[in-house]
């Protein structure tokens, strides 16, 4: 049997999968909880307006979709305020905007269509070192801001209204949470692709809800699941020869399937 | 005894409604204020002003003298919402975590929980007969005890005035006695002037030191349930506008015949 850890670009897809097993469901236990499981799909999706924005302006295109998806965050948040009981909804109308704008701004540019995905979707298996060091600082700076605020997002979370009242700044953790979400989504969906950013955002915290008996092992849970998955995901992909995020995603939802069981044993 | 809330000349409107009339109340402390009303009465919006949640649209409420908005140590105001009216009941927080967000303003940013803090989250469920929960998720408990939790948030910033908006909405009699029992020893014994609301008017009469009455957004001054005229209670409860209703439908009707 071939040997996984004689590669170098097997070690890459770990490390930098590694990181970004953990941030991805950091930010995303918070998001599902406050009904925006759906954010990293539509962050993506803004991001592939911005890519095309930097086409067609002749800048970065990795700054430009940094750019939108920043200011789309925003916007989602400005959103959600107004439909307070409908969270959903301000990511919809987002994600339809960003579709919009994209497409319009692709039939703008002369960027051919192969080049713009190359900017958008990366793939865990073609990560360079860059990457691998990007994804870590990205990582140390997701982790200390939410080491940082974790009480106050938490209050928020559970009940913002009442966060309000008892006078924790609402809305600076909420602008400085929107910044760390939109800047994960935009940084690792370039490094691991969107798919598996918006799935490691979500399934591993919907399994941990199954079990978790506080909000803390909810979060350690998501942390665990996730990680389990994409090392496994990596790990079945080499010796199988399947996709790995697709490998990665289908060992995560086996986790929420088994601790749904568990949670049905209890 | 000194006033510790004030409220002056107070008026609030939403979408050009008039909620509050010129609202002027005292209250002293220590005193446990029962504040009833019909739904609609705007209570609960008074209460919103008291806590500064809401800003009336003129007048001044003053909490020991100073400005609700002005108050630098929000943690004297404890104040428990109406049931489930914001929260998510299968949210994943144990009764200690939830009860510990009460701590959290007072901290500040940056600040981690110390283990005297723990303590203080401990005792504040001691006293509302919650310790053996603590480990708990908040979602898995019952109406009253959820409702016990939340005081106890409330109670760990150590508060001089504590609010409670329909506490004993959708609980049991059972739980609803066991809720007075802890409100009485907090008045009583923390010395904390407590003022709640709730639009059962037979309830409480003989739990608080004083009722104030509210009925479309004005306050009646003496109201002793005992004392409630028929008169006065069709002003509170607004049934004259019913019966106009049931007028005006008839006269439909008849159009229509």
Not at chain 1, 246 to 257: A, F, Q, R, T, Y
Not at chain 2, 108 to 132: Q, T, Y
Not at chain 2, 156 to 178: C, M, N, Q, R, Y
Request: contains cysteine.
């Amino acid at each position: 049997m071939l040997n996984i850890f004689t590669y170098d670009f097997m070690i890459r897809a770990f490390l930098a999968g590694g990181f970004i097993s953990v941030i991805a469901p950091l930010v995303g236990s918070f998001l599902v909880l406050r009904r925006l499981s759906q954010m990293g799909d539509t962050l993506s999706h803004v991001a592939l307006a911005g890519v095309a924005a930097g086409f067609l302006i002749g800048i970065n295109p990795t700054i430009g979709s940094i750019i939108f998806v920043i200011l789309s965050s925003f916007g989602i948040e400005r959103l959600r305020k107004s439909y307070f009981r409908y969270s959903e909804i301000s990511i919809a109308v987002v994600m339809s905007a960003g579709m919009a704008i994209a497409v319009i701004l692709l039939s703008l540019s002369s960027g051919s269509p192969a080049n713009i995905m190359n900017y958008l979707f990366g793939s865990i298996i073609s990560i360079n070192n860059t990457d691998v060091l990007l994804s870590l600082i990205l990582s140390i700076a997701v982790i200390t801001v939410i080491y940082i605020f974790y009480k106050e997002l938490l209050y928020i979370t559970f009940d913002e209204e009442a966060a309000l009242i008892s006078g924790i700044p609402v809305n600076l953790v909420n602008i400085i949470f929107t910044m760390i979400v939109a800047i994960t989504v935009a940084v690792s969906m370039r490094i691991v692709g969107a798919l598996l950013v918006s799935a490691l955002m979500v399934i591993p915290a919907a399994a941990s809800l199954k079990i978790a008996k506080n909000f803390r092992q909810t979060i350690f849970y998501a942390i665990l699941f996730s990680f389990i998955s994409v090392f496994a995901g990596i790990i079945l992909s080499f010796y199988l020869n399947l996709s790995p995020g697709g490998s990665i995603v289908i060992v995560s939802l086996i986790i929420m399937g088994l601790a749904s069981i568990k949670k049905a044993g209890n | 005894m000194s006033k510790i809330v004030e409220l002056k000349n107070v008026n609030f409107s939403y979408n050009d409604k008039k909620v509050l009339n010129n609202i002027n109340l005292t209250i002293d402390d220590g005193e446990f204020v029962g504040l009833i009303g019909p739904n609609g009465s705007g209570k609960s919006t008074l209460v919103k002003i008291m806590i500064g949640d809401l800003t009336p649209s003129s007048g001044e409420v003053l909490i020991n003298g100073i400005n609700v908005k002005d108050i630098k140590k929000r943690s004297i105001i404890g104040y428990v919402p109406q049931k489930s009216y914001s929260f998510n009941a299968s949210f994943p927080a144990s009764v200690k975590e939830v009860v510990s967000m009460g701590l959290y303003g007072k901290l500040g940013l940056f600040k981690k929980l110390s283990k005297d803090d723990w303590e203080i989250v401990d005792n504040a469920l001691k006293i509302v007969d919650m310790i053996d929960y603590k480990d708990r998720l908040i979602g898995n408990l019952s109406g009253g005890q959820q409702q016990r939790v939340f005081i106890a948030r409330a109670l760990v910033s150590d508060p001089k005035i504590l609010f409670l908006d329909e506490p004993t909405t959708g609980i049991d009699a059972k739980s609803e006695d066991t809720l007075y029992k802890i409100l009485d020893t907090l008045n009583k014994q923390n010395k904390i002037t407590i003022i709640m609301v709730t639009h059962d008017v037979w309830a409480i009469s003989d739990k608080v030191s004083r009722i104030v009455c509210m009925g479309n957004g004005r306050l009646y001054d003496r109201c002793d349930t005992l004392d409630f005229s028929k008169k006065e209670l069709v002003e509170i409860y607004g049934y004259p506008v019913k019966l106009d209703m049931h007028h005006h439908q008839n006269e439909n009707i008849n159009n229509r015949l």
